[in-house]
């Protein structure tokens, strides 16, 4: 499985095409738009968010409710496009038109400097509409699809925070993806803890306030999985390195931790690994999951736990210093409309990027364009691992 996105935030559209989902997985327009909707909430989010009803439209792939093996393409219609048309457009502009809300002075920590030294984009819009992770609505779809493919199979995934400008919020271990997922989707921060969740609004009403900005940590949660997949054999097969670089692919990513992660490095050996036990009933099992759900690259069959960490929007009401690439003064960056705190809605994105990794890692180990013959290996493949 792979896929495509293509759109500009104040474009007319997003587009996805994704391919290699197999044919007769049962699949509607209600259960992509359930997980944009979900990306558009969380408690920081901006003046975007309300006039964006993200629905998808499914134009290709997809006939009566099932899936046809054949590309399915995306379209995310851009409401606010209907005020950008004339400075969007792709048509030729007129002699004597002007360029409006052109961009010259880069926004500090956002892709507009590079990104215009690179593609020669004097006016850094022609950056900022591409780089906005606003493009994340159309992973999500991506993400989506391979969620239902993922459920069909009895792997489950979910995304909350674990963390916002410093604020921990403490997650009893023992909790099971179900209570997880549950909990963290009544919360406007979506989080556990009741008292972090106070304490990071507060946080995000003051960083709005002062016209800052203010990340996070978000983690996923995957349970259901068969032990093996990915690969020891070679680095580029490895799943949890797939899934550490699709994570830092989500717009503002800095860092991606599994299971222990950076704790790891302070503990001893017999601290960290997880001691392995069998029974009838679950097969092979670790008495503790300190690697979350990884061993040799492998899914060890164990939770995948994996953290993400999120900077701050660089998209600042209150802009840092930057020239004017015009006339090389100094300037304060340009200001545009922005999320004081996306770290809930980057939650939801994490969630839907890992789980097409992981169906892609499902699609390249029992290959096959028919759903229920994918099923079927898979299903043997669970009861080989268990008496192995
Ligand atoms: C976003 C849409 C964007 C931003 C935000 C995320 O829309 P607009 O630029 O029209 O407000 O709200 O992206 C950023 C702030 C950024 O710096 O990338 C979305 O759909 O999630």
Redesign the pocket.
Known sequence: MRYLTAGE??GKQLTTIIEGVPSHLPLVADQINESLIR??GGHG?????QI?KDLVEITSGVRHGYTLGSPISLVVHND?FKHWRDIMGDAPLADDAEVRRTISRPRPG?ADLNGGLKYGHRDMRNVLER????E??ARVGAGAVAKVLLRELGIEVAGYVREIAGIVSEVDETLSLKERAAISEASPVRTFDEQAAGKMMEAIDQAKKEGDSIGGVAEVYVEGMPPGLGSYVHYDRKLDGRIAGSVMSI?AFKGVEFGLGFEAARRNGSEVHDEILWSEERGYYRRTNRLGGFEGGMTTGMPIVVKGVMKP???LYKPLQSVDIETKEPFQASI????SC?VP?ASVVMEHIVAFEIAKAITEEFPSDYFPRLKRAVDDYRKEARSF
């Open positions: 935030s104040h990306r558009q989010r901006g003046r975007r968010m964006e606010d956002h780089s906005s992770a606003r994340t609505a717009n929007i660089p998209t545009e409309r922005s999320d996306a809605a």
